[in-house]
Nanobody, 121 residues
Framework: VQLQASGGGLVQAGGSLRLSCAASVTIFSGNAVGWYRQAPGKQRELVAAITSGGNTNYADSVKGRFTISRDNAKNTVILQMNSLKPEDTAVYYC????????????????WGQGTLVTVSS
């Protein structure tokens, strides 16, 4: 299954971006979806996740600034990022699985192409 992350770009600190994660087939229904990021020289980390039932979880570093939401009918998961900081600069990825453990531990077999977010100071 191909997941396509899009919506990245260059933004000034304090600005906003809206990332979109689209699936090639109807896979999100019943699956949890996670947004991840990897900054240069750092390990990939979980930023936000949403369960099939709509429950959400966020990394402490983005709580109150990022919002994850899903539209199963459109096979899309959105990451709305507000009040962006330079430390949010990273390549952002999305991935999906029925297992919350897989979402949390990034135990995926493969990753799709990410989208680059650059926040200037």
């Amino acid at each position: 299954v191909q997941l396509q992350a899009s919506g990245g770009g260059l933004v000034q600190a304090g600005g906003s971006l809206r990332l979109s994660c689209a699936a090639s087939v109807t896979i999100f229904s019943g699956n949890a979806v996670g947004w991840y990021r990897q900054a240069p020289g750092k390990q990939r980390e979980l930023v936000a996740a949403i369960t099939s039932g709509g429950n959400t979880n966020y990394a402490d570093s983005v709580k109150g600034r990022f919002t994850i939401s899903r539209d199963n009918a459109k096979n899309t998961v959105i990451l709305q990022m507000n009040s962006l900081k330079p430390e949010d600069t990273a390549v952002y990825y999305c991935n999906t699985d029925r297992s919350l453990l897989t979402i949390a531990t990034m135990g995926f077999r493969s990753w799709g192409q990410g989208t680059l977010v650059t926040v200037s100071s």
